[in-house]
């Protein structure tokens, strides 16, 4: 279905969503502000959506809070609540084709990898946790016999999920299904880059049943519309994903208003880990290839930096080279693009500014380290390999968020594990080693929330997802995700 598309005539007709959707409908902004949307494959302005202020803010916290005082999600019951996020995450799937669309309008990802993945994943995130409804349960605690003492699990209220614009719909799909399962109310803050399908989940989820008011999506400037959901007294959890630079500002907002829960999924500088005994340097290539050009190098946990052991580091590295061939950038309604732009001019130049960075203390740019295709007036950057980095340096300290690899050569394990923890980050690694004994001693020593051994970026809804250090705190998927958006309630019974 896929390649018998003409994505760019359909692209030339979808309709794109630019209103607040609240209390059930597409609304106008009382702001009347806007801000522009521009395609990043060519630069050219799709449309101009509402910036909400906070007065739209405020709205869509007090129709949260009215719907879930009244009860009408949060004392719903649970398998009626099961039912609506199951035909939710069908209505994703069978809009399909327009949300990938909307998501590579949006932020220049593949046509292919919005369509197969990206939609299928965050359909797949609303009915595991549907399907989680109902299979989780409270407890009886063990108290004096003439005791009956019982441990609720409870919403937590009006939680907003404040999500970023490299996986749109997959990052608001980890918050939305534990958030919405567990009986909150939820009000979604896309990134000002990738607001269309965000507003297009309220629009599904009102058709899947959703009663008006359980989920409402504000489109909105960070430093607007994020910090007035922060600071906002009514609302009860923040849920973010993005750079920890913002989730710092959460952190203050909670402690400035009132002391909201904060559930955190920073950045990362994950270390990919080969020592000297890996037993296929092909597979190691492949996997460190995808973990850094995938989705332009705009990934959370993008494996930014290999630290190699010297011994296999030349054959490793004509390896990873002729992988990133297969990244070669290209144009996002290609069905065959495995590589499409950044997502904005600013975030373009931001990597630019990196790889010259990288120039200037030292390092050599082995392949890429440049612009490409500015012809069409895009934002695309070569996929980039720099050898002869340091972990001083500035590409391999900072989080670039783009195709960039920097390679630190090293000398055994306990070299290799000391430049790896030498970060403020610890969101994933990985080590690849034919040995098991070393397999072992590195994922007990790298200090990060996911660690991969011979594999990279492998994840499943049944396992958590979240960082040490200045990575954040909380898990998104599986039951623990749950945790972040309840509340234990203990009661007791005198007989």
Known sequence: MLH????????????????????????????????????????????????????????????????????????????????????????????????????TLNVGKPIANAYNGDVVSAANCIAWYAEAIDKVYGEVAATAHDMTTLVLREPLGVVAAVVPWNYPMSMAAWKLGPALATGNSVILKPAEQSPFTALKFGELAIEAGMPAGVLNVVPGLGHIAGKALGLHMDVDCIGFTGSTEVGKYFMQYSGSSNIKRIGLELGGKSPQIVLADCDDLDAAAAGIAAGIFANTGQVCNAGSRLIVDEAVRDSLLDRIAAQALNFAPGDPLDTSTRMGSMVSQEQMERVLGYI????????????????????????????????????????????????????ISVRGLDEAMTVANDTVYGLAGAVWTGSLRNAHRAAKAMRAGVVWVNCFDRGSLAVPFGGFKQSGFGRDKSLHAMDKYTDLKAVWFAH
Request: hydrophobic share 40%.
């Open 4 to 103: 018998d598309i003409d994505w760019h005539a359909r692209a030339s007709a979808v309709a794109l969503p630019n209103r607040p959707f609240i209390d059930g409908r597409y609304v106008d902004s009382l702001s009347g502000e806007t801000f522009a949307c521009v395609y990043p494959g060519d630069g050219r302005l799709l449309t101009d959506v509402a910036s909400c202020n906070e007065r739209d803010v405020d709205r869509a916290v007090q129709s949260a809070r009215a719907a879930f005082e009244s009860g009408v999600w949060s004392r719903m019951n649970p398998a009626d609540r099961r039912r609506i996020l199951l035909r939710f995450a069908e209505l994703i799937l069978q809009n399909r084709e327009e949300l990938a669309l909307l998501e």
């Open 356 to 407: 010259d960075a990288g120039q200037r203390d030292g390092a050599k740019a082995l392949i890429g380290g440049g612009r490409v295709r500015n012809e069409t007036g895009g934002f695309y950057v070569a996929p980039t390999i720099f050898d002869g980095v340091r972990n001083d340096m500035t590409i391999a300290r900072e989080e670039i968020f783009g195709p960039v690899l920097s390679v």
